[in-house]
């Protein structure tokens, strides 16, 4: 998106842009706008069921994560050719390495 594009996004939804700088109380604005178009009600949906699944697996195997971003919603998760996860656990990292069938617009928060 070009800066001017940013800038009037901005002002379509109530920010006020002073030079290259946002106020510090329209960061929240920025924040709920950002949640309101990122995802779908589906998409909602499918990473609550996630969720639920995750937590039986981390009970089942004693394993618990803390991860910040990072986080993909494909649209049709059979678009999905291959998927692995890092298994270094020394090093507190979980990173996914994702072949998709075909271009896939993901989702990120």
Do not use: H
Not at 26 to 55: G, H, M, P
């Amino acid at each position: 998106m070009r800066k001017f594009e940013l800038k009037r996004k901005l002002k379509e939804i109530g920010v006020k842009v002073e030079g290259n700088y946002v106020r510090k109380k329209d960061v929240e604005k920025i924040i709920a706008y950002q949640r309101k178009t990122s995802y779908t009600e589906n998409d909602e949906q499918r990473y609550t069921s996630f969720l639920k699944e995750l937590t039986k697996i981390s009970y089942k195997y004693g394993i618990i994560l803390d991860c910040v971003g990072g986080v993909y919603a494909v649209e049709d998760p059979s678009d999905i050719k291959s998927l692995q996860y890092t298994d270094d656990l020394g090093s507190g990292d979980l990173i996914s390495s994702v072949t998709y069938t075909r271009w896939v617009n993901s989702m990120s928060n």
